[in-house]
């Protein structure tokens, strides 16, 4: 606790310092755990199944999360800036309001964007979905429990519950994964893609229980009666740029993935996930400024630049420094980790070695995007998202022609060190903040 408290001792206060803290040590803890589970769950599932099930599984579980993106439309985010502020002020009939408001919109959300896209692949032959008609009507059920799992995770994250709101989705889930994994290898004698499929929405549905009945526990300890009935805020800009924020955010994750099939053979894809995998060893840093840094920036006016640049310069510095021995053990170790998944995964060596070092761009420059979404500039997050998007989407179509998953993810990396520099410009000309790391490069405002 001492050695990390030296990275945040320049104004910030001794809440938020311990706050910061306890987040950073609690997600480190809960995601090193998840690492190896999630690490055992994909190693079994490779080896129970093959590489082309596994990428058909793959690449079915990509549209459920984009799927899901679009069911959300932009309440998780909504959550995480609201909330906080409602908590603070004691407006607990808001916050109920809200919660409950989010979890019946993706109800009734599910059963209109999951008709329409099953209607639109069986009326319409789609390359790459058509084909797998079958397959998404079986996972059309993983998107109402996956886009549930992900709203009330930032509901349990905005009301300062920061291990319990990781501990479903990074814990019970990769454990009921391996559960079920050993289960359908009894029971079947062969695991092929329907199987896959059929497992993964089984562990979706369970985790999606899980988390609304921690969340709905969690609020009924709020009193409605709290306050003076509150006048009506109008929601509906920030939620419309926090449902682009999320889209476009997952489409920078997943856009080079659904390239891939379009140019590469579809056991490609499982490689590419594989090393795209062990590249997320580089997210602690990820979660720091996820699970503790939104709730701050929300608190504290956007004019509190001071106390901002204080928050912002000491997590960036603690967020490089636990991810440089990642990145070092991704490039020492990571032809020997790709290979127990077998002798064709360690193809994916350069591709893991481009995507970490992606990753570990948005450590350098520091939780730029943060700040934008939680202090109300959420329409620059993004209009720079936007720019990201574009630009992966040309250079992996340039690259992954000549050169597969290796140019997939050397698009990444490109793209990743475009859109950083992008939201450096923007927090430094709104906020007079940037990176310590590149303080030589600008005048002190």
């Known amino acids: 606790m001492r050695l990390v408290s030296r990275f945040l001792e320049d104004g910030v206060t001794a809440t938020d310092r311990r706050r910061i803290i306890r987040g950073t040590l609690h997600s480190f803890l809960i995601q090193g755990f998840s690492v190896a589970l999630v690490f055992g769950a994909n190693w079994w599932l490779v080896r129970s199944s093959n590489p082309q ?3 058909n599984y ?3 579980f990509n549209w459920v999360s984009i799927l899901a993106v679009l069911v959300m439309g932009g309440r998780d985010d909504l959550v995480l800036a609201q909330l906080p502020k409602y908590l603070g002020a004691g407006r607990h009939r808001q916050l109920v309001g809200l919660v409950e408001r989010a979890n019946g919109w993706i109800f009734l959300s599910t059963l209109v964007i999951c008709g329409g896209f099953l209607t639109l692949i069986f009326v319409f032959p789609i390359r790459s979905l058509s084909e797998h008609r079958q397959l998404f009507v079986i996972a ?5 429990f996956s886009a549930c799992l992900s709203l009330n995770q930032m509901i349990l994250q905005a009301l300062n519950k920061v291990r319990l709101s990781q501990v479903v989705e990074k814990l019970a889930r990769p454990l009921l994964l391996i559960l079920f994994t050993g289960l ?13 499929v059929i497992l993964g929405t089984i562990v979706s549905g369970i985790c999606g229980a899980l988390i609304l009945l921690l969340v709905f526990r969690r609020i009924g300890s709020y009193t409605l009666e709290a306050e003076a009935a509150a006048p009506k805020e109008r929601l509906g800009g920030k939620t419309f740029y926090f449902f682009a924020i999320s889209l476009l955010n997952l489409l920078s994750t997943k856009i080079t993935m659904l390239i891939l099939p379009l140019f590469t053979l579809q056991s490609d894809i499982g490689v590419f996930n594989i090393s795209y995998r062990f590249a997320d060893l580089l997210i602690f840093p990820f979660f720091l400024m996820h699970t503790v840094l939104p709730q701050l920036f929300a608190r504290h006016d956007m004019n509190e630049r001071d106390y901002t640049r204080s928050l912002f310069r000491e997590s960036n510095k603690l967020m490089t420094l636990l991810a440089l021995p990642l990145l070092l053990l991704n490039i020492f170790a990571g032809p020997f980790l790709l290979k127990l998944f077998g002798p064709a995964f360690g193809t994916g060596y350069t591709a893991l070695i481009y995507i970490s070092l992606a990753q570990f761009l948005f450590c350098v420059f520091g939780p730029t995007n943060t700040i934008l979404m939680m202090q109300g500039r959420e329409r620059y997050s993004a209009v720079g998202l936007l720019v990201y998007v574009l630009l992966l989407a040309m250079t992996s179509r340039l690259l ?9 993810a050397l698009a990444i990396l490109i793209s990743s060190a475009g859109y950083n520099l992008l939201l450096a410009v923007m927090v430094y000309r709104m906020y007079g ?6 303080s030589f490069l600008f005048r002190a405002r």
Do not use: E
């Open 53 to 55: 099930a596994y990428g």
């Open 58 to 60: 793959v690449h079915v």
């Open 140 to 144: 059309a059920g993983a998107v109402y």
């Open 184 to 196: 359908f290898t009894v029971l079947s004698k062969t695991f092929d893609s329907r199987n896959l």
């Open 400 to 408: 992954i022609p000549i050169s597969g998953i290796s140019g997939g």
């Open 433 to 438: 903040i940037c990176s310590p790391w590149f």
